[in-house]
């Protein structure tokens, strides 16, 4: 990429001195975080004009220096990826009682239709068009739930992207919204088993699910009930129900800990399943009178199958199902009438198996490929005699099958089409393996053209993540051929932090363990290079939010191995955040990263890491940074302090970009096409770093 010619915004320095554990460090810019910040979420007009002026010049410097002489590019990219998708698609449907729901899409709409027909076949009736809804301005769509009685639909909107959701009820006979609705709630709702009442999050000043009200259809939201409130900042709460819709379930929880209560049985009052064990984790499902837990409990790193009886489910009466077997992480489960279903992920790749309550017999649903993704659902109905799974490659479009839970019997039901076009054949997937420094091999999934040369002469974009135990699927994508189709090599690094290769690949990479998630990502690309599958100083690295995080890092750590940095609304002011009990996710983010706060050891660590405060006097390639400006998980003062700092340091003149999104949150644009565009941004940026512009 050429240097550019225009001249940067450059930020204000303003003093600012911050004192921690004997240390004193300056900050000039953190006035560009809002003092009205919990206002700005909701009220974005609302953000003080000279941070508005600051970020307005960022995005215009955008626009002047990048999107206006790549405009061509950038149109191509999103002509294509929008030429990839069947813009009329309709999601397979799922039975319920009399009833079949699923949702579609119309050819040119941004937003789905909520759909149902008579189970049994007939005609149409459209219960939601999000399209009609939306109007101009963003609109993040919460979902729709339909009553147990079929009667009522409760749909939930965010007009803002700060997550604060107004959740309507419509009369499914009239088509029409009653009037009724829950205002600034954390999720869509879930039904009581009876449909009178909607259990709902509520959220704190700090943005953090805290508290659980009872809805009553029909009644004033200031009547609503508190079900649950948790007290500790540092813990989420959620609320779900069990697919034999017998409970309500409450899942209080951090990153790595979790505590139940369910509500059922004729009783209003949530009833604790068993009482929260720091780094213990456990959710359930119930089946005749019995819960069905997946946990990590006792020592099962990978996690274990345990039941215990509904009316004393106490960890004291948990007896293993499944036992713990080291190195075979158990994922997910699904319980129906007569069997469970049991996601895993042994060797880095996903495997399904299936058990038959009634006899204990096991199959099991596995593929071929060097690397593959697997997904599961469940649909409406406990006593279904069949489950939903979905297969991709990278190279092979999504299938969609029933699987029949006696017999194995697999039913292709859809297939992802390309309208484009698209030949399997033309394209190679490839899992390699990087040497860490400490030994540890960490896994990389490759995609590529058959008529790409693999001779060290390619570009390539490696994406990374890292964190949360997240594992980073190998699925198949009609974006990433944009970049594919024009010779890149596509790679994604399994770094620790995620979990593809077990729990204790997740537990490697936080906390203490951190600097294992960057020096991975690193490893990585000195992989690649050295088997010929990048040319040097031609692979763009590539990830968000956390994934964010881990683009300052390496862009710190190693400036000199990247063509380009790509970081999307990323985490990149670490040490402030984990430094502030204020902000929305500080307090459950310390079980990941560590608490600067009351340790000083947590503090030295964070800081020697932490991409802001690790900006040097040095050359640092091309880079562009994305922010949404009502973005409750990245703030979006972050990527701004990260980019005006870069800015005012760093020693060359080589790009550096900022495109703050003003009417969005953390995933940007709510549109189809507009997050089309958004991606078209970010992969015509990748090219022009590598030459192919």
Known sequence: MTETTLTPPLADRRQHAITQHGVTRQDPYAWLRADNWQEVMQAPDTLPADIRAYLEAENAYVAAGFEAPQGELIEAIYREIRGRIKEDETDLPDPDGPWAYNSR????????????????????????????????GY??????????????????????????????????????????????????????????????????????????????????????????????????????????????????????????????????????VSARLAEREYDAEERGGLL????????????????APAEAPDAAHWTDLVPHIAGVLILDILLFANHLVRLERYEGLPRIVVRDLRDNREWTVAFDEEAYSLGMSAGYEFD??????????????????????????????????????????????????ADAADGARVPITLLHRRD?????????????????????????????????????????????????????????????????????????????????????????????????????????????????VLAIVPFVDVLNTMSDDTLPLTPPEWPEWGNPIESEADFQRIAAYAPYEQVTAMDYPPILALAGLTDPRVTYWEPAK????????????????????????????????????????????????????
């Open 452 to 564: 790409t040369p693999i001779d060290g002469t390619a570009p390539a974009l490696l994406y990374g993540y890292g964190s949360y135990g997240m594992s980073m699927p190998a699925a198949f994508s009609v974006s990433v051929l944009s970049l594919v189709d024009r010779g890149m090599v596509y790679a994604v690094a399994h770094i620790r932090g995620g979990m593809e290769k077990g729990y204790a690949w997740y537990r490697n990479g936080r906390r203490e363990h951190k600097l294992n998630t960057f020096t991975d990502f690193i490893a990585s690309a000195e992989k690649l290079i050295a088997d010929g599958y990048a040319a040097p100083g031609k692979v763009v690295a590539e990830g968000g939010s956390a994934g964010g995080m881990l683009m300052g890092a390496v862009a710190n750590m190693r400036p000199d191995l990247w063509a380009g």
């Open 292 to 307: 069905y837990m997946l946990t990590n409990a006792d020592g099962a790193e990978d996690y274990k199958i345990v039941t």
């Open 139 to 272: 609109f993040g769509f919460g979902g729709a739930e339909h009553s147990p009685d079929h009667t009522l639909l409760a749909w939930a909107a965010d007009r803002q992207g700060s997550e604060f959701y107004t959740v309507h009820i419509r009369d499914i006979a009239t088509g029409k919204d009653t009037g009724e609705t829950i205002e600034e709630s954390g999720d869509g709702g879930t039904w009581s088993p009876d449909g009178t009442a909607l259990y709902y999050t509520e959220l704190d000043e700090s943005h953090r699910p805290f508290r659980v009200r009872r809805h009553v259809i029909g009644t004033p939201q200031a009547d609503d009930t508190i079900v649950y409130e948790e007290a500790d900042p540092g813990f989420f709460v959620g609320v779900g129900e069990t697919l034999s819709r017998r409970y309500i379930v409450i899942d209080v929880h951090d990153h790595q800990t979790s505590e139940l209560y369910l509500i059922g049985d004729g009783s209003l009052e949530p009833r604790l």
């Open 384 to 433: 279904a005699t069949t489950f939903r799974m979905t297969y991709s490659s990278p190279t092979t479009p999504s299938r969609t099958y029933d699987i029949d839970l006696d017999t194995g019997a697999r039913t292709l039901l859809k297939e992802q089409e390309v309208p484009s076009g698209h030949d399997p054949a033309d394209y190679v997937t490839r899992r390699i393996f």
């Open 105 to 136: 899409m119309e050819e040119g709409r941004q937003y789905p239709l909520i759909v149902r027909t008579p189970r049994a076949g007939g005609a149409e009736t459209i219960l939601l068009d999000c399209n009609v809804e939306a109007g101009e």
């Open 642 to 693: 990260w980019v005006a700092k870069l800015r005012a340091t760093k020693t060359d003149s080589r790009p550096l970009y900022l495109k703050t999104h003003m009417g969005a949150g953390h995933g940007g644009a709510s549109g189809r096409f507009d997050r089309i565009k958004e991606t078209a941004l970010g992969y015509a940026f990748a090219l022009s770093c590598v030459g192919l512009a």
